[in-house]
């Protein structure tokens, strides 16, 4: 079974503390995500990375920066923190599509991040 | 623009009752269509997963159809139990992006 890891189910910080939100999947994918989310709103794509290094902007990046030393971890760095950041944070991580195949995300049990 | 709508927002159904949620998109292209399950506090957990050339799909009690010409899908739930109470959350997946219904928030009751 793939199992994405969250460092902490629930989190309190105050405004201005820089975060760590670090996330570990065991099944070698190469696609890694994070998302927030937030009643009445869809997941939102913050940051993504599809190789060890590489980072792309996902649809909300302001805030936020991303660290991917290691294929298997995927850190969510929130400089320095505000209200508007308190949400749900979701990682996911995806394997390559094999040809004709799907390409599943899966998903951390997520951290709820409370900024003070 | 890319959307992923679902109704209800929201569904009471009593326990061993039959429920369908729907699932409207105007992502393009398109890649495939999942279903999850998010229970409160939890990550989502896929149900379904489909393609362009599959219009149904089945998992337990759970059967979710796609009509890739109109762009809907429906996830129906046979024998509601207790533990289906959770959000069910449709995702399209376009070339390389993932969008996200808000989700339906189901309560089974007793």
């Known amino acids: 079974d793939v199992k994405v890891t969250q460092s902490s189910r629930y989190l309190v910080k105050r405004t201005g503390e820089k975060v760590f939100l670090e996330c570990v999947q065991d099944?070698?994918?190469?696609?890694m995500f994070w998302y927030r989310q937030d009643p009445g709103l869809g997941l939102r794509l913050i940051y993504f990375?599809?190789?060890?290094?590489?980072?792309e902007k996902g649809d909300i990046p302001e805030g936020y920066s991303v660290s991917r030393e290691k294929k298997e971890r995927f850190s969510l760095i929130l400089e320095s923190a505000s209200t508007n950041q308190t949400s749900m944070y979701l990682c996911?991580?995806?394997?390559?599509?094999?040809?004709?195949?799907?390409?599943?995300?899966?998903f951390g049990p997520g951290t709820r991040l409370t900024v003070l | 623009k890319n959307q992923v709508e679902q109704s209800p927002q929201s569904l009471i159904i009593l326990e061993g009752k039959n429920c369908t949620l729907q699932?409207?998109?105007?992502?393009?292209?398109?890649?495939?269509l999942r279903w999850y399950k998010q229970d409160t506090g939890r990550g989502p957990v896929s149900l379904t997963i489909?393609?362009?050339?599959?219009n149904t799909k089945s998992n337990g009690r759970y059967t979710a159809t796609l009509d890739a010409d109109t762009k809907q899908s429906s996830l129906h739930i046979t024998a509601s139990q207790l533990s289906d109470s959770a959000s069910y959350i449709c995702?399209?997946?376009?070339?390389?992006?993932?969008?996200f219904g808000t989700g339906t928030r189901l309560k089974v009751l007793a």
């Open positions: 996911a991580s995806s394997g390559l599509a094999l040809a004709g195949g799907y390409n599943e995300q899966f």
């Open positions: 099944m070698d994918h190469e696609n």
């Open positions: 990375s599809y190789d060890v290094k590489m980072k």
């Open positions: 699932c409207n998109y105007t992502v393009s292209p398109f890649s495939n």
């Open positions: 489909m393609t362009f050339s599959e």
């Open positions: 995702v399209v997946k376009g070339t390389y992006k993932y969008i």
